[in-house]
């Protein structure tokens, strides 16, 4: 009797299955499953299982092929028909058959041959990204005694009865784990800046070191450059400065000629975590933590103080991704804290903002493809996002083959022919040691 006066009586509590006894506060407490008498619910918990659920009954819906188009009355027939009556031009008919198309994805795993049986499915798959024809795939993969290793993939099996790829490992390895990866093949070259805990790297390597033919005579390193605290990396394109590229650091920018070996050095007040280089001038656009986005003509030379600093631009929080649309009057612009906003660079306002993406504070790439009036990105969630560039609709939202972690959010890649001009058409995703494809 628990109320007893007796100092010496012992209180025997009886035990309850699936209850524990709180002798402090005289009650009874329910067992949660799985944990030592102790409330495991945390807020994150509940937050990553309620994601859960929702990400199974997404792909359940979807092996249903429960799709439906986001705006109403938009079909096949009914855009064929407004065509032929000319209440579209041809501009608008192409976009809308996309976004149609997009709704309409299934996903399908993709089959990867190697010569090599050891490389195929050994390694998950951290970056991907296509070359300008999307002929092939090149990419990165963690290794598991720490690094990265590079390949290539080869998309031309890649066709509508067998979803196949030959996937052609390479022997170049580094001990650093890769943030981002350039693709430059019209000059042959590609520009890898990998990152560690200290120092940074920044490396540029001939691009027929991913080539599958003649593997034993493949070149070195073009050259490397040890840079400490690196975030960002980008190469110019522009004739007047088509040896150059950059590397954002911590509070300054540096600009480097790699035939001359001549540097420049920006100094600015924040990170610089994005970067990406004009075409028609060389002017080099600069995303900070602190939100700041400024552009900087290559041409002068550095000065003190900010006066070298041309257009400004200001997110609300860290900017980790930008685009520079393909007219360079505009630029999509992504941050920390989950927007995406389209910016008029003539009047440097925000002219569009595209909802629905997640970042807290990964370093997250955004896909802008004009031609088909569409942008993806894949948010810290793993979800994959699909807008329409015109008015920023939502236009398909797509859940991750895997559960949602750290380090399985998705690498994709989108075009209207994969495989070259002939390929087909489609998203690729390649999540852990698994590629797929999201077919028109």
Not at 162 to 190: A, G, I, P, Q, W
């Amino acid at each position: 009797d628990p109320s007893s006066s007796s100092s010496t009586q012992t209180c025997v509590v009886p035990e309850l299955p699936g209850f524990y006894y709180d002798t402090e506060k005289n009650r009874y407490f329910r067992l949660l499953p799985g944990h030592n008498n102790y409330n495991p619910l945390t807020k994150d918990s509940i937050q990553h299982k309620a994601m859960e659920c929702k990400r199974l009954r997404l792909l359940e819906d979807e092996e249903k092929q429960m799709k439906k188009t986001t705006r109403t009355g938009l079909n096949s027939s009914v855009l064929l028909q407004k065509r032929q009556l000319g209440l579209l031009s041809s501009t608008s008919y192409c976009r809308l058959v996309h976004e149609l198309k997009v709704n309409c994805m299934q996903r399908r795993k993709i089959e990867i041959h190697s010569p090599d049986s050891s490389v195929a499915g050994t390694n998950n798959f951290k970056i991907i990204v296509a070359d300008v024809a999307c002929e092939r795939i090149f990419t990165v993969n963690d290794v598991e005694h720490g690094g990265c290793k590079y390949g290539i993939i080869n998309l031309s099996g890649l066709g509508k009865e067998s979803l196949t790829v030959e996937m052609y490992d390479n022997l170049y390895f580094t001990n650093r784990k890769v943030l981002n990866l350039f693709s430059l093949t019209h000059f042959s070259k590609l520009c890898l800046m990998g990152i560690a805990e200290t120092p940074g790297c920044a490396s540029l390597l001939p691009a027929s070191l991913f080539s599958s033919t003649n593997p034993g005579d493949r070149p070195g390193m073009l050259c490397s450059f040890k840079i400490s605290t690196a975030w960002s990396c980008a190469w110019c394109l522009n004739p007047q400065a088509d040896n150059c590229f950059s590397t954002g650091l911590t509070r300054r920018v540096l600009v480097t000629n790699v035939v001359t070996g001549h540097r420049q050095t920006f100094g600015t007040s924040s990170d610089v975590l994005a970067q990406q280089f004009a075409r028609q001038t060389p002017v080099l656009y600069n995303g900070c933590r602190s939100g700041e986005i400024f552009s900087i003509d290559v041409r002068q030379r550095n000065r003190k103080g900010q006066s070298w600093k041309a257009i400004h631009l200001f997110h609300g929080s860290a900017v980790t991704s930008i685009h520079l649309m393909e007219a360079e009057h505009y630029l999509m612009a992504a941050d920390m804290a989950g927007k995406i906003k389209l910016w008029d660079l003539r009047t440097t306002k925000c002219v569009k903002q595209y909802k629905g993406h997640h970042n807290e504070y990964a370093i997250l790439p955004l896909h802008v493809n004009e031609e088909e009036g569409l942008l993806t990105a894949v948010g810290q969630d793993c979800y994959t996002r699909i807008w329409s560039l015109q008015d920023a609709h939502l236009l398909r939202t797509i859940p991750s083959p895997h559960p949602s972690s750290k380090d399985a959010i998705p690498s994709v890649v989108f075009s209207s022919r994969l495989g070259g001009s002939r390929g087909v058409p489609g998203l690729l995703m390649a999540v852990k040691q698994d590629l797929y494809h999201f077919s028109y």
